[in-house]
């Protein structure tokens, strides 16, 4: 067979994710027009596109021993000179890979088209950063702190669990999830894995390196999501590395800017993989099954990926734990969810989504993507792209426009929570004080929704909605340096702790079993069993949630549980807590 051919067969191996496959034929290329004395460029052009192929596997070395060869033969081959620059860049040579883009941006100015300056003005600044970082020893520090999800085959199990839930498209918001039958609070809905997990150093002794460990984070889930899915074009024939590139497909979507542009891809795709029935991968043609599947996970589309679906939250007090996931990416937000997520951080980083609320079958679920026990104007802050309308945030809406005393409060909440980082640097009297000015502004606001005419006709639950903006001032009065003494309790200390239980009502309403209200509870009760008042509580009614609380302390302060054993125990509290409603 002619040469010509055998590289237009590596071509389209490459193309098709073959990457092993489309080196054998590079190698029979290069073998043959050496023989054939047929044109440099030729063996130029083979050794280049092998190097590609290797680049593919992350096989840096020799990558970078076939551009040598490439360069030693045309120096100035533009294609080899930036796969030299990748290699290197996969070797950590970050030094030459600044001299490389330095290069190619200087003598190739005129051959290059915008996008490509763009693209190589990036990766100048990112291996600038990154040379910086290692010449301070800071970026192997770095390094150290940050992980990859360990997932030994290549891709993590996303889905572990899918329950009664379907994907449905929705009507502004592009697709959504949906119960299949009607929960209970309690009831699991589904488990998932991340595709891609970083830990991110939020501080590193007195340095503060969060907005650089950001970025940092941004660029790694970046990196880990596309290995993860050029893993998965080598993988192809196998399903679960198929369902990989359907889910990143999924959420590259163009969203929002064309919504409903791309399909609401089938459950099946979020099947967990020991879930999937025996001879399932020899049915499924990954070909031409799914019709918006294709091999176009540019930079660009990846990047939306990672900017669009990172969930952050705090891991402790010196990282935060960011991630994609698939499923739970899917899901919409509100205020008054009627699903909680917990996530466990054990063997690997799990998010586990249950009901907490009734749920008639066909209804939309929704959890809530950030802290909704504050102020509207706090949680728009939040997600300024997300303007949510959910029935909460429309009445708020209404009421502080109508009832000024009531946004002057919540204002002052919001203050007042600004300064929450220094609360416990003041000194007792100091403290006390401020603690009252917070007692003085709930008491204000319970005020306003007994009296107040817009206010009183409120129904119960609108009631708990506007409590529940002002759960962070509640905080306060957890202040342990403030909490009861060993003695009886006194007339006021019984009515502090009947605005705690308002609160805590008011969240089971909001969202029960959330993260928030748990650690809220737990705070309250551990500080309540700390001083023994637990007999003193029961004449006034108060052992019930002296009960529960009692118990998620238990489990929140509990020595480290396996993940099955969590997992039972939360569905036990979050009925527990639902239950009580
Ligand atoms: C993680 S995605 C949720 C799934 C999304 N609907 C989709 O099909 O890709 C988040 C995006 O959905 C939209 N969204 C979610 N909840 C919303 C809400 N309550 N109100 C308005 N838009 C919402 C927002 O545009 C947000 O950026």
Redesign the pocket.
Known sequence: MAAEAIRAEGNDLYARGRYTQAINKYELYIELVTKEKGGLDRIVCGHSNRAQAYLQLRKYTKALEDVRKALELDPTHLKSLVRKAKALEGLKIYQDVVTIYKSLLQNFKDQLHDVHVKDFLRSLQDAERKDKMTRLGQYEELVDSYWDQPCPNGAPMMEEYVGPVELRR?ER????LFATKDLEPGDLLFVSNSIVTVRVPIAKGDIQISVESKSEAMHLVLDSLKRFVNHAFDNLQDFSQFQLLVQVDTLA?P??TAPLSRDCPSMRYFTPVNALPPGLRNLMRPDLDHPTIRADFSHSTLMKVVE??QFTHWGNDHDELTGIYALP??????CTPNVTVTTMQNESVTKIFRACKSVKKGEELFYAYHNIFCPLEDRRAFYP??????ARCKLEERLVAEVPALKSLEAQCSKFWEQKSSFSQLSPEERAKRRNQCIICIRLVEELLQKNSKLQILRTHEKDWIRATLIRFHRLLLDPALSLKDDALKEDQLSEMRLIFEAVRAMRTVNPGSDIALAMISEEYSRVVNQNSRKELEPHGLSDLFLTGLEITRLMNGPKLKYRTILKLFNYTSILLCGHQ
């Not at 918001?173 to 959504?176: A, E, N, Q, S």
């Not at 990416?329 to 509100?334: I, K």
């Not at 792209?385 to 959910?390: E, V």
């Open positions: 929705v918001m592009d697709r959504g979507g969203y929002p669009r679906r990416s899917l899901m919409n937000h509100s792209t997300l303007c949510c309308t959910c």
